[in-house]
């Protein structure tokens, strides 16, 4: 069984800056790539940010320049920290990870971590 964990989110004013993570825990054999998405009330699911197993990073163009993916394989974590933030960034953020388990590669969701922005 595989459970991903977010955290970090929270209520902060426009300008300012968060820092989310994600645990990856249980029976994986290996992690591959590595992402974040976002869902606005209202809005579909958008995916905001990668990053492959060897750390090429790519990012949606309405983040670039604010938001930074990176990845710590040794502890299965996966960071998303956000700067310069705005309203627009108000959204639930889900991590998805690509893990290797004994039957497969297979994608797994956490359960989402809230980020509002206020103006």
């Known amino acids: 069984q595989v459970q991903l964990v977010e955290s970090g989110g929270g209520l902060v004013q426009a300008g300012g800056s968060l820092r989310l993570s994600c645990a990856s825990s249980g029976s994986i054999f290996s992690i591959n790539a590595m992402a974040w998405y976002r869902q606005a009330p209202g809005k579909q699911r958008e995916l905001v940010a990668t990053i492959t197993s060897g750390g090429i990073t790519t990012y949606a163009d309405s983040v670039k320049g604010r938001f930074t993916i990176s990845r710590d394989n040794a502890k299965n974590m996966v960071y998303l920290q956000m700067n310069n933030l705005t309203p627009e960034d108000t959204a639930l953020y889900y991590c998805?990870?690509?893990?290797?388990?004994?039957?497969?590669?297979?994608?797994?969701w956490g359960q989402g971590t809230q980020v509002t922005v206020s103006s």
């Open positions: 998805n990870v690509r893990i290797g388990v004994s039957f497969g590669h297979f994608p797994y």
